[in-house]
Every structure is written in C-alpha cells, then in structure tokens.
C-alpha cells in the first residue's frame, strides 16, 4: 500500500500521536549518560575488583530475568502505559543510588532497581509500539517505527556521550552523568504519562495469559527458534559494549576521556543501520539473519588479536548491529504471535531468555578477565554466547518467513 509519490501512506493521527511520544520516552529512558564510564566509575573511581564488577552484572541480569515475565503479564493484564511510567521512575531512582554509591551492597541495591525498571519496559515498549499500528492494521510499518525508535536514542547519544566527555566526567569521575540521567528519566515517566492504551483484545488473567505465553513459544511455529536466535545476538552484543568495551581500550592506550566519544561512534554506525533496517529487512531478511552474528564473532575475533589503537573502530560493527536487532528480532517474534492478548509476556519471555543466558555469561567473563588475559577471555566469551546459534544453525536455520 503505497501513498502519493510512492512514498508509504501517513498513518493515522492516533497512532501518530503514539509514536511521536514512543520516540521521547526512548531517548529520554535509554539516553544513558554513564554507559561509556560504568566498568570505569565501578572498578578504577569506587575501588571495587573485575570480579566484584562482573558480580554485579550478574546480578542485574538475574533480577531482570526474575521480573521479565511477571512485569509482562501486568503489561498485558492491566496496560502497558502504566508498567513503562513504573519503569522509567525505577531506572532514574537507580541512576541517583548509583551516583551515591561507595561500596559493593549500595551497587548492589542499585543494580536491582536498574535490573528491575528494564524488565518493566522490556516488552512493554514493543508491544506499545506493535498494538498502536496494529489497531490501525499498520502492523507492517513496525520494522520502519522500531528502527526510527532505536535510531532516534541512538543518534541523542551521538550527541550526548562527547559532551558527557568533556562537561560530565571530572577527573575521571563520571558521576554527573548519573546525576543528569537520572533526571532525565524521571521525565521520560511523565512522557509516559501521556502515552494512549491501545486495544489489547479480550482481557484474561494472570494465569491465563502466563500459561498461553509459554505455550505459544513452545506451539507457534517459528517462536522458539527465533528467541534462541535472539539469545545469541544479544549476548555477543552486551558482552562486547558491557564486559570488554573498557579493557580493549585501556590495552590499546586509548584514555577515558575518549571512551564516550568512541561510543558515540559506534552509536552513530546502529543509528544508520537502524534507519535502513527495514529497506534491509524487506530485501534481503534471509541474509541479514546470518549476517548480524556473523559479523559480530569476527569482530571479536579481531580485537582479541589486534593491539593498535585503530582497532577501536572494529566497535563499529557492535553498533551496526545493535541498529539491526530490535527491527529485527521483535520483527520476527511480533508476526509470528497472532494476538495481542499476550503479546507483552511473549516478548518478555524472549528477553527473559537472553538475560538468563548473559547472566552467568558475564560472571564468566569477569573471571576470565582475571585469570585468562584479555584476549583468552574474549575468545571464550564470543564462542560461549555463540552456542544458542549454532544450536538453531546446526539444527535447522533460523528462517526468516
């Protein structure tokens, strides 16, 4: 269906007036100010040990995935507006403990709120984003609106992360950033505020709507393998940004009033990417299926070799292919559930998957980091987060249709 032009056709005014919003409450909820300084500000400005820092991801990943499903289903059973107001006001309280924060029980306490403020939006958002077109049968826009949300946070980053560098990290102490996020995601919550429930269908309970999640990811055709597909892409994707973002770049001398700017980098390559990933999608789904993952464990593969400051800019196939997931994998997964009546906790339970996973992967690492050396650690890390695709590959490809 193609408007004047051949250009799509404007959706109608409600869901519009949706999206627009969608855009705010990703940058101001995602426009983590601190990301390129957290390993930085937990372990060389706070004192804390790799492992004790490596601990602490496994914790917020594990009260993420403790919370993934049940947030879910109140997504589902009572709106979803209300559970990403809950998580926007969650992420900021956790931004302000984190800037307060000395010893390893106050990171601990903050990691909890972080871990539980992305299992309220985890989901949630998506669904939001797919019912609001869906209610206007727009459901085949949402690869084009879902790479213009990642895009939209992601290009605030570009601009947001230099300046950080300059005006937000004294000393090497970045904990204006978590002052300022903070802030502005307790802005996002009142964003959130003025988001429109779209229609969610017949309402079930909390049982009903669990029990038919779960059996739709074992049931429908395509689910599962799409949510081992997702697993593998997201752990190699976190544990580079996460887990060896910092010790890459401190091994090839690069300093920390850098690290921002360099993200910035890697954010403006997934911006682009996520602006085309549904021309991407649309022409070639199949190839970039394959392509994400395979693109990425090259690249890890290189930066555990090479030791010239250049090869930071291998981090930019990190943010290319971080633009392509979300299109991408909540693509898949969306088309593939019939009903919006459980689609929040479908899509919790695939984020649920991936941060089970990551959880011990990072505590892994953290302990290579220790014990392996750099490049070692990397290795195992990569092949390890590869696992859940050879699985589907070895098996039976992840199809795109």
């Known amino acids: 269906m193609r408007g004047r032009g051949g250009r799509p056709p404007e959706p109608p005014r409600e ?28 372990t060389k400005v706070r004192g804390l040990s790799q492992a004790e820092y490596g601990l602490l991801q496994g914790l917020y990943y594990l009260v993420v995935v403790a919370a993934e499903v049940p947030t879910g289903v109140l997504a589902d059973r009572f709106g979803r507006k209300a559970i990403l107001v809950l998580g926007a006001a969650v992420n900021g309280l956790g931004c302000f403990l984190f800037a307060v924060a000395t010893d390893f029980p106050s990171f601990a306490a903050g990691e909890v709120l972080f871990g539980l403020g992305t299992a309220f939006v985890s989901g949630a958002d998506s669904a939001l984003l797919y019912d609001s077109l869906a209610a206007e049968r727009q459901e085949a826009q949402y690869p084009r609106a879902e790479g213009a949300a990642q895009a939209s946070w992601l290009m605030a980053t570009v601009i947001g992360y230099p300046l950080s560098d300059r005006l937000l990290v004294v000393d090497g102490n970045p904990v204006l950033a978590y002052w300022i996020a903070g802030g502005l995601s307790i802005v996002g919550a ?42 593998g892409v997201f752990a190699l994707l976190r544990a580079a940004v996460v887990l060896f973002f910092h010790p890459v770049l401190d091994a ?22 996520a602006l085309f990933a549904h021309r991407l999608i649309a022409g070639a789904e199949r190839l970039v299926v394959y392509l994400v993952p395979g693109a990425l464990l090259f690249m890890f593969l290189l930066l555990a070799i090479l030791r010239a400051p250049f090869a930071a800019v291998l981090f930019g196939v990190q943010g290319a292919a971080f633009g392509l997931y979300p299109p991408l994998t909540r693509f898949l997964l969306n088309r593939r559930v019939p009903s919006a009546r459980r689609r929040a906790t479908i899509l919790s339970l695939d ?3 991936c941060r089970l996973m990551f959880s011990p992967l990072a505590v892994f690492a953290g302990w290579a980091l220790g014990s392996m050396g750099l490049a070692a650690a990397m290795a195992a890390t990569a092949l390890l987060a590869c696992a859940p695709i050879v699985m589907i590959v070895t098996r039976r490809g992840p199809r795109g249709g």
Do not use: C
């Open 190 to 231: 009142g964003v959130g505020l003025l988001f429109r429930e779209p229609p969610r269908g017949e309402r079930q309970s909390a049982r009903e709507i669990t029990v038919g999640a779960i059996r739709d990811v074992v049931t429908l055709p395509g689910v599962a393998r799409v949510i081992l597909y997702s697993i």
């Open 351 to 353: 984020s649920l998957a």
């Open 252 to 273: 090839q001398g690069i300093p920390p009033d850098l690290y921002g700017t360099i993200l910035a980098g890697m954010n403006l390559a997934g911006a682009l990417a």
């Open 15 to 42: 869901t519009l007036r949706n999206f627009r919003l969608f855009l705010l409450y990703r940058v101001l909820t995602r426009l983590l100010l601190f990301a390129p300084y957290i390993q930085l500000f937990i």
